[in-house]
């Protein structure tokens, strides 16, 4: 007994639906991430300290949308690789094209292209994605080739697209990661200026 209107509503309504779902599930497989982790299941009890409504905040994705970036700076087991794959999972539920990476795998893929000149590609794949999710900056530091090929990365990225990156190390000691001052400061000039950050502390969960 629907009218026509009330029929037509009915089939572009679930057709918009379906739609969606398929794009939902393109996303989450080009995302490549590890695991899925929503921020319902994050423990906010657990960190001695969190910036918990900034991070709520950033589930809106306005900081996609306004091409910044999100820094998660903490100790090792407080959380913060919890909340990057929350924020790639809540970015392809809004269908914004991501990609999830550590930064070893990321500088291992980076360094294999340019031993077989596909450097280029390589880059292309980790600056064209609206949202990269850079998780583990910190645990092992570079060699020289690897700073310069992080710092092609950002640099790309810069004012183009968003970062949400983690990291263990505050950033007066980034100069130990890079293993050369001047490209860590070149590095954090560029992620930080459109960025907000988010301090995590606490003992390992």
Known sequence: NLSHIEFLECILSQEASLRHQRVVKDRLTRAHLPV???IDTFDWA???AIQKQMVLNALSMEFVESKMN???VGPSGVGKTHI???LAYEACQKEIRTLWTT??????TLTAAKADSSLMDAIKQYASPKLLVIDELGFLPMDKDGS???FQIISHRY???SVVLTTNRAFKDWGKIFNDNTVAAAVLDRLVHH???AKIEGASY
Not at 103 to 108: G, K, T, V, Y
């Open 70 to 72: 999100l820094i998660l």
């Open 84 to 86: 990057a794959l929350a």
């Open 159 to 161: 004012e183009q697209g």
């Open 103 to 108: 930064a070893a795998d990321m500088l291992n």
């Open 148 to 150: 310069d090929l992080f």
């Open 36 to 38: 899925l982790k929503t």
């Open 46 to 48: 657990h960190p001695s």
């Open 195 to 197: 960025s907000e950050v």
